[in-house]
C-alpha cells in the first residue's frame, strides 16, 4: 500500500464522519477573502503514512488570494478553495486547521478567519487518554486492519 493510500484512508475515515465541507465554510471563505492583504498565522495538517501531523506557527504570512481549486475531494481531504501567501505558497484549505489574526495561540473568537471545527475538537483540542494499554489496543486494531483481518475480541484486546 502506498504512502499517498494510507494518507486518503486517514483522510477518507475523517470525512466520513462529518459534513464536509462545514456548514458555515461558504461563510469561512467570504471572511478569508475580506482579510485579502492581512497577516495571517496558520495551524496546518500534515497527512503522513502513519499519522496527522500539526504544524503550529508563529509566523505571520501576508494573505494574498483565496482561489478556487477546481478538484475538491473529501477523501483526500481536498477543499474546494485554497489560500496563496507571500511566501509563494498555495495551500488547500483541506489541509488548514485554522487561519488567525493578530495572535497564533489561543485566538479570541473575533480573530478566527477559518476554523475546521471537527479537526481542532475531535483531533487537536480534546483530551488524550494514552498509556501502554491503550496503545497496545490501538496498535493492534491498526495492525489488523492493515492485514485485511476483520476486528474481533483478540485484536481489540477485550
Do not use: C
Amino acid at each position: 500500500m502506498g504512502q499517498d493510500n494510507r494518507q486518503e484512508i486517514t483522510m477518507g475515515s475523517l470525512a466520513r464522519e462529518r459534513l464536509w465541507p462545514s456548514a458555515d465554510y461558504s461563510q469561512q471563505v467570504e471572511r478569508l477573502r475580506r482579510s485579502i492583504g492581512s497577516m495571517i498565522y496558520l495551524v496546518e495538517l500534515k497527512p503522513e503514512a502513519i499519522n496527522l501531523g500539526v504544524r503550529y506557527s508563529d509566523t505571520p504570512f501576508e494573505l494574498i488570494d483565496v482561489l478556487d481549486f477546481p478538484r475538491p475531494d473529501p477523501a483526500r481531504g481536498l477543499a474546494p478553495h485554497l489560500i496563496l501567501l507571500d511566501d509563494g505558497r498555495g495551500i488547500n484549505l483541506g489541509r488548514i486547521a485554522r487561519i488567525t489574526i493578530n495572535t497564533p495561540y489561543s485566538p479570541p473568537a473575533e480573530h478566527i478567519l477559518y476554523q475546521e471545527s471537527f479537526v481542532m475538537e475531535r483531533l487537536l483540542l480534546r483530551e488524550r487518554q494514552l498509556s501502554e494499554a491503550s496503545i497496545a489496543a490501538r496498535s493492534k486494531q491498526l495492525l489488523g486492519q492493515l492485514l485485511g483481518k476483520r476486528p474481533d475480541k483478540r485484536l481489540s484486546g477485550k
